[in-house]
Every structure is written in structure tokens, then in C-alpha cells.
């Protein structure tokens, strides 16, 4: 059974840091891509970050230069490090993954930025 477990959410200040965690299992041959989404209240889920079996990256223009994703694939984990943090992060975050056409997701996490 595939399983995407998360971790690392919590409360933090404006201009804060966390890093998310994501460890997948399941899937003898990895997970090609890698991502992480989130959804504020009222909103649509949408793509933070995605990372690749090569190393291939992609933010959200709202998110650059402020998050780095980063992936052990070895493991297959993966940590999105979010760097001055905004109330506009505030959201759950959902890991993601794809095996072989198959999507995945995880629980999700809560992140909220707040003074």
C-alpha cells in the first residue's frame, strides 16, 4: 500500500522558516516527480513545488526565492525548506507524487503564519 506521510507543520512568525517533510512508501521503483500543494480556506489547492527523479525543480512565482525544494530519492523524500515565511503561506500543505501514471497524496499538514 502507497503511503505518503507528512510532517513539519506548525505555527511560526511572520519571516520565519520550516521545513516540510515527505516520505513515501510503497513503491519498490520511486516516485518520478515529487510536490508539494497547498490550500488556504476559500481557495483552490494549488502547486507549490515540484521536484523530479533528475533533479528538476519548479516553484509557484508566489514562493521563489523563498522556497527550496530538495529530495532524497534514495528515500524517496521530500523537503520543501520555506524561508520568509508570509500570512499569505498560511494553508495546509498536501504532499503529492506520481508512480509510473499513478498519483498519489498525503494528509496534509498545517502551516500558519501569525504574529
Known amino acids: 500500500q502507497v503511503q505518503l506521510v507528512e510532517s513539519g507543520g506548525g505555527l511560526v512568525q511572520p519571516g520565519g522558516s520550516l521545513r516540510l517533510f515527505c516520505a513515501g512508501s510503497g513503491r519498490s521503483f520511486g516516485f518520478n516527480v515529487m510536490a508539494w500543494y497547498r490550500q488556504a480556506p476559500g481557495k483552490q489547492r494549488e502547486l507549490v513545488a515540484t521536484s523530479t527523479t533528475g533533479s528538476t525543480t519548479k516553484y509557484a512565482d508566489s514562493v521563489k526565492d523563498r522556497f527550496t525544494i530538495s529530495r532524497d530519492n534514495a528515500n524517496n523524500i521530500v523537503y520543501p525548506q520555506m524561508n520568509n515565511l508570509k500570512p499569505g503561506d498560511t494553508a495546509v500543505y498536501y504532499c503529492?507524487?506520481?508512480?509510473?501514471?499513478?498519483?498519489?497524496w498525503g494528509q496534509g499538514t498545517q502551516v500558519t503564519v501569525s504574529s
Open positions: 503529492y507524487a506520481i508512480s509510473r501514471l499513478q498519483t498519489y
